[in-house]
């Protein structure tokens, strides 16, 4: 078990250019979790699945925003046409089942940085 | 849209000194968990209660859930500069159009434990 994994770590991408991030979880975590922290503040709730199904999606996030879990392993999210304001961590996490004792493990996140 | 204010936003103490950090909303959570963030890196789950008054220890931590189930609070004793990062609660709610929990931050209180 190797945790959860993020890449890349940092980013740093002109405006108006696409990312694409990517969130490998805990190998057999049904659960996927994207949310966005800026400096010294809580994270903030992108999105989340279990297995490959993209249960909610915050509406704070514009519709340059994607996220995918095509075979319910690995997660993609996408930036497109990326804003100053984007600038953040993007933070992935993965739990084995829900409940209101889920336990969510944190990978280290990609800081990016829109130039 | 729920919300888990915390207070204070930050806290410099020196090691040996007591120390309450607080975690309010105004909505019911099913459950609520504290996590330790380092720079650089992940949140870490240090707790989850879920009845509320209950109260769990972990050494010198000890946690509380607010009867309503409405607040919690961290209290540190005698802290150590090990203690030192950002602090981070968040609550367990049923997502309104998934029908199944997902997890919401709090606002973060950063302490710095001087030696």
């Known amino acids: 078990d190797t945790g959860v994994s993020q890449d890349p770590r940092h980013k740093i991408t002109k405006r108006g250019q696409n990312v694409t991030f990517r969130c490998d979880p805990i190998?057999?975590?049904?659960?996927l979790y994207w949310y966005r922290q800026t400096l010294g503040q809580g994270p903030e709730f992108l999105t989340y699945?279990?297995?490959?199904?993209?249960?909610?999606k915050s509406r704070l996030l514009s519709d340059r925003f994607s996220a995918e879990r095509p075979k319910g392993s690995f997660s993609t999210l996408e930036i497109q046409r990326t804003e100053q304001g984007d600038s953040a961590m993007y933070l992935c996490?993965?739990?084995?089942?829900?409940?209101?004792?889920?336990?969510?493990?944190f990978g280290s996140g990609t800081q990016l940085s829109v130039l | 849209t729920q919300l888990l204010e915390q207070s204070p936003q930050f806290l410099s103490i020196q090691e040996g000194e007591n120390l309450t950090v607080y975690c309010n909303s105004s909505?019911?959570?099913?459950?609520l968990q504290w996590y330790r963030q380092e720079p650089g890196e992940g949140p870490v789950l240090l707790v989850t209660?879920?009845?509320?008054?209950e109260v769990k220890k972990l050494k010198r931590l000890t946690f509380q859930f607010g009867d309503a189930r409405k607040d919690s609070s961290l209290h540190i004793t005698a802290a150590q500069p090990g203690d030192t990062g950002l602090y981070l609660c968040?609550?367990?709610?049923?997502?309104?159009?998934?029908?199944?929990?997902?997890?919401?931050f709090g606002t973060g209180t950063r302490l710095k434990v001087l030696a």
């Open positions: 996490a993965s739990s084995l089942t829900a409940s209101r004792n889920e336990k969510l493990f």
């Open positions: 190998s057999e975590h049904n659960r």
């Open positions: 699945f279990q297995n490959e199904a993209q249960l909610e």
């Open positions: 909505s019911v959570f099913s459950s």
């Open positions: 209660v879920v009845t509320g008054g």
């Open positions: 968040a609550g367990s709610t049923v997502g309104t159009t998934s029908g199944t929990y997902k997890y919401i």
